[in-house]
């Protein structure tokens, strides 16, 4: 089992930037994939960027050029960094990291694909 832990959320402005941050610990494997979603009151859970152990990361079309994912990885411990810009107040969301074990080319943006979730942290973005 893994442990996820979100940080880095807060209240911006428009157009402002924020980095989120997501401390993996526990069966943190090779096999490891890690991803940012979120979800606003009333709307469905969205699907941002993942980021496999390997290396491999995949985005959703809604974040290509405006977000980065990233990882950092540690005995034992993998963070992972999510880097947004030119934020929109439609973005306002409690953000997620998840975790799942799959090959690299399977660490895709779908959320039913990972089962271990973090407790989340809420972005704010006023205009």
């Known amino acids: 089992q893994v442990q996820l832990v979100e940080s880095g959320g807060g209240s911006v402005q428009a157009g402002g930037s924020l980095r989120l941050s997501c401390a993996a610990s526990?069966?943190?494997?090779?096999?490891?994939?890690l991803g940012w979603f979120r979800q606003a009151p009333g709307k469905e859970r969205e699907g941002i960027a993942t980021?496999?152990?390997?290396?491999?990361?995949?985005?959703a079309d809604h974040a290509l050029g405006r977000v980065a994912i990233s990882q950092q990885k540690e005995r034992g411990k993998n963070t992972v960094y999510l880097q947004m810009s030119s934020l929109k107040p439609e973005e306002t969301a409690m953000y997620y990291c998840?975790?799942?074990?799959?090959?690299?080319?399977?660490?895709?943006?779908?959320?039913?694909?990972?089962?271990?979730w973090g407790q989340g942290t809420q972005v704010t973005v006023s205009s």
């Open positions: 998840a975790a799942t074990y799959v090959s690299p080319g399977l660490c895709r943006v779908i959320g039913t694909d990972f089962g271990y």
């Open positions: 526990g069966n943190v494997r090779v096999t490891t994939c």
């Open positions: 980021i496999h152990f390997a290396g491999n990361t995949a985005y």
